[in-house]
């Protein structure tokens, strides 16, 4: 079971490194304060965070895809969004998965032609 923990001294390349590790099929998406989407990874945790005292927040595999992006609001203040990629195009998690648990998004994912993050774009990391 995969146990991830998110603190603000982790740069966002570092968190989808050790998340892909886990969950090989997909990765995650992070707001910044101002709600944008940040495309830079190479930037710690904590800039992206809209509540600067929290101090960190771990998922595992059995966590349902909503439980994971709400807990995570909740706790930095900024949202969080699980993704895949397929032909080329980026998805996202959609209300249909939500009572999935990340393991099982991750196997759907992987089961309706999702490339492996880590391997189709190293660059990302």
């Given amino acids: 079971m995969a ?10 390349a570092s968190i989808n490194k050790e998340w892909c ?4 099929h997909i990765y995650l998406s992070f707001a910044g304060p101002d709600g944008k989407f940040q495309g830079d990874w ?13 101090s960190e927040m ?3 595999g059995n966590m349902k895809v909503k439980t994971f992006e709400a807990r995570y609001k909740d706790t930095f203040g900024t949202q969080v ?3 895949y990629e397929k032909n080329g195009r980026l998805y ?14 991750n196997k759907w ?9 880590l391997e189709a774009h190293p660059e990302w990391f």
Avoid: C, Q, Y
């Fill in 21 to 24: 590790g886990k969950f090989n």
């Fill in 81 to 83: 969004e699980i993704k």
């Fill in 58 to 60: 771990a998922t595992t």
């Fill in 109 to 117: 994912a992987e089961e309706h032609g999702a490339s492996k993050p």
């Fill in 3 to 12: 146990d991830i923990t998110f603190t603000g001294h982790k740069k966002l």
């Fill in 92 to 105: 996202r998690s959609l209300d249909e998965h939500n009572d999935m648990t990340l393991s099982e998004f």
């Fill in 42 to 54: 190479s930037v710690n945790h904590s800039t992206v965070r809209a509540k600067k005292d929290a």
